[in-house]
């Protein structure tokens, strides 16, 4: 069975309230529908009922009948939300009267039904940009705790079952932290290992902590600044497997860790791979997709206290079908 076989499987074992925003965006539409006849999630669609359903009719689609579809303009909680909003919000000089009109937003709208406790995760970008999707989950349902950046990981599905786990790494951060400092860049260790668990089902996260130095055999503040956080996540969570600072080689081949890093319980057995920068992660990822005939799903965001992913504008009615399994794993972990 295939990994995504599996996150699906897992998804549909454990049903999440996912939140749609973009409910008029036909990619987006249609996926929602394919995830209620495949039984994966309980849809929860933002948006007018009559708008949707009618968009739903032209695309002949079937099953949005059985999604939970809330319109902000009209919903008895909305004032509630406005509320909770304002609260949150109002150190920041935001007014009752803002808050009232941001909670229209169903970016905003969305995040705080996740942050009232009415749903478990959101998904957006088909037609929003990064920072849009950020912004409102990062203002409402902020960072999880002890945990002070976001960053964005990559499930990579390789043709090479000796490395990884049968093949599948995760590798982050690839998509937010431009420039980790030390302690950001134990966070996205810590967080990275959490997604493998969550989303790859690895029981076993072994991290390697990857720089263009193993073990001293090169001197540099790059190098200086991996080994800083390689100490730091395990303060973080004493019980992570990690080792660092290693080349990537002596990360995942077990010979070259053997000679590099002799002694290391993660040399040559690493699953999930910390890059020192997104520079880094960004540029090795495609390489691997586009040389090595990878599978790359992803990114998926993480550091946020419940689960909000960001789609490309260039996404498929595969992708956000596939990000709406992921999400729902990573909140089942979250709870």
Not at 48 to 75: F, G, R, V, W
Not at 95 to 110: C, H, I, K, N, W
Not at 127 to 147: E, F, N, V
Not at 157 to 164: A, E, K, R
């Amino acid at each position: 069975m295939s990994l995504i076989d599996q996150i699906i499987n897992r998804a549909r074992s454990n049903k999440q309230r996912i939140v749609l925003p973009e409910s008029l965006e036909e990619r987006t539409l249609t996926a929602a529908d394919r995830c209620i006849a495949d039984n994966i999630a309980d849809i929860i669609l933002i948006g007018n009922p009559d708008e949707i359903k009618e968009k739903a009719k032209s695309l002949q689609l079937t099953h949005i009948d059985q999604a939970t579809i809330i319109n902000p303009a009209t919903s008895e909680k909305t004032e509630q939300y406005a509320q909770l909003l304002f609260q949150l919000r109002q150190k920041k000089g935001m007014t009752m009267e803002q808050a009232r009109s941001q909670v229209l937003d169903p970016l905003y709208f969305g995040c705080l039904i996740i942050k009232s406790g009415d749903a478990d995760g959101q998904i957006s970008g088909a037609l929003s940009t990064t920072g849009d999707t950020l912004r409102p989950a990062l203002q409402i349902i902020k960072c999880a705790p002890g945990i002070t950046c976001v960053s964005g990981a990559m499930l990579m599905l390789t043709q090479t079952p000796q490395y990884g786990e049968d093949g599948v790494l995760v590798i982050g951060d690839v998509a937010v932290t431009p420039t980790p400092d030390a302690s950001q860049l134990a966070q996205i260790a810590v967080c990275t290992a959490q997604t493998a668990r969550s989303v790859a089902g690895f029981t076993d996260p072994r991290v390697a902590m990857l720089s263009f130095s193993t073990k001293g055999s090169a001197k540099h503040e790059v190098v200086d600044k991996v080994i800083e956080a390689t100490s730091l996540a395990r303060q973080l969570d004493p019980k992570l497997h990690i080792d660092g600072e290693l080349q990537a080689d002596a990360a995942l081949v077990p010979s070259v860790g053997a000679k590099k890093a002799p002694g290391s319980t993660i040399a040559g057995k690493a699953n999930v791979l910390v890059v020192p920068c997104l520079e880094v992660g960004n540029i090795a990822y495609k390489l691997v997709q586009r040389l090595g005939g990878a599978d790359a799903i992803g990114p998926i965001l993480q550091g946020i206290a419940r689960p909000v992913n960001d789609l490309s504008r260039g996404c498929s009615v595969d992708d956000i079908y596939k990000m709406v399994a992921i999400t729902a794993c990573q909140a089942m972990d979250t709870k």
